[in-house]
């Protein structure tokens, strides 16, 4: 399984950014897909979730700003709008993950992205 994350980047506060996942390696449709991040210093959280049945799912203090779609066969995207300095960490997304109505969360199968670098200035 490869995970491919891009559109990373440097942006101002209020600003949008849009990240992407391709995904390879597996049936992308038959699995729950992910986004998480990890600022420096602090342990990496969930930020939301695609069911493979179609629910979308979102971390109570990331809904509103965070929009997760899947774009087409294989890709997985993170919309970030209003973003905040408090934003700035490494965004991943992941598969083989626990996704449900609050609840995102890794699990011992999980794949991870090699990540991509949000950095949002004051």
């Known amino acids: 399984v490869q995970m491919v994350e891009s559109g990373g980047g440097l942006v101002q506060e209020g600003g949008s950014l849009r990240l992407a996942c391709i995904v390879s390696?597996?049936?992308?449709?038959?699995?729950?897909m992910g986004w998480f991040r990890q600022a420096p210093g602090k342990e990496r959280e969930g930020i939301g979730c695609?069911?493979?049945?179609?629910?979308i799912w979102y971390v109570d203090s990331m809904k509103g700003r965070f929009t997760i779609s899947r774009d087409d066969a294989y890709s997985l995207s993170l919309q970030m709008n209003n973003l905040e300095p408090e934003d700035t960490a490494m965004y991943y997304c992941a598969t083989a993950i626990r996704c449900q109505a609050g609840t995102v969360a890794a699990s011992r199968q999980t794949y991870w992205g090699q990540g991509t670098q949000v950095t949002v200035a004051s």
């Open positions: 695609s069911e493979w049945r179609g629910g």
């Open positions: 390696g597996l049936t992308f449709r038959d699995y729950d």
